[in-house]
């Protein structure tokens, strides 16, 4: 994991709030969908909160991706947030579009 990435949760109502911040690379990526993978079972929507983020490693952004595949089988309306939400987001026309994603 990068020396500085943290994901801080948060729920209301139904709602799952993941605040990036710092460095995202490959292990930052295992971390977030682990985040996913253990809290999103009650939430209608998973806001992911992009805007602390300081540098996005391709390496890392790529892993993301290719580990939501882990999730396809979940019903999960992922929403991504802030300044870094197209770099990290997957793209709404690849496989990862069937977990519901929208980038506000």
Excluded at 15 to 22: A, D, E, R, S, T
Excluded at 58 to 79: A, S
Excluded at 82 to 93: K, L, V
């Amino acid at each position: 994991m990068a020396a500085n990435f943290k994901i801080l949760v948060h729920r209301n109502s139904d709602n799952l709030h993941l605040k990036l911040m710092g460095d995202f690379d490959g292990s930052s990526a295992f971390e977030l969908v682990d985040a996913l993978k253990n809290n999103c079972e009650a939430a209608g929507k998973v806001f992911v909160h992009t805007g602390c983020l300081k540098n996005i490693h391709p390496f890392g952004r790529d892993m993301f991706h290719n580990y939501l595949n882990c999730l396809k089988n979940r019903r999960i309306r992922l929403i991504f947030t802030g300044s870094n939400a197209a770099e990290i987001a997957p793209d709404p026309r690849s496989e990862q579009a069937r977990l519901n994603l929208i980038m506000a």
